[in-house]
C-alpha cells in the first residue's frame, strides 16, 4: 500500500491530499529515509511524520486497504 494512503486508511493523517502535502514537504520518514508518498508500506517499517514542533513516530503492525474508525488503531503503534 502506498505511504500516503496507509496514512490516511490508519488515520494518522485526516486526508491523502495532507499526507501527499507533507511527504512532499519531506516531513515524511520511514526507517530514517525520507520517504515519497508512492513509498511501498510493509509490515514492521517506523514511520515518522514531523507536524510543525510535534514528531509522532509509529510502528506498522497491519495493513489494510478498508478499516472501522475504532480498528484503525490497530494498524499501527506509537513510538
Known amino acids: 500500500m502506498r505511504l500516503d494512503k496507509f496514512l490516511k486508511v490508519s488515520r494518522l493523517v ?4 495532507v499526507a ?3 511527504c512532499d514537504a519531506k516531513h515524511v520518514e520511514v526507517n530514517g529515509k525520507t520517504a515519497r508518498a ?4 510493509k509490515v514492521g517499517d ?3 511524520i514531523q507536524m ?8 506498522v503492525l497491519d495493513i489494510r486497504e ?4 475504532e ?7 506509537l513510538i
Open 20 to 22: 501527499n502535502e507533507l
Open 66 to 69: 478498508h478499516t472501522t474508525k
Open 71 to 77: 480498528a484503525a488503531s490497530s494498524m499501527y503503534k
Open 14 to 17: 485526516k486526508r491523502r491530499t
Open 38 to 41: 508512492s513509498y511501498e508500506v
Open 52 to 59: 510543525g514542533a510535534n514528531l509522532m513516530k509509529a510502528q
Open 46 to 48: 517506523v514511520i515518522a
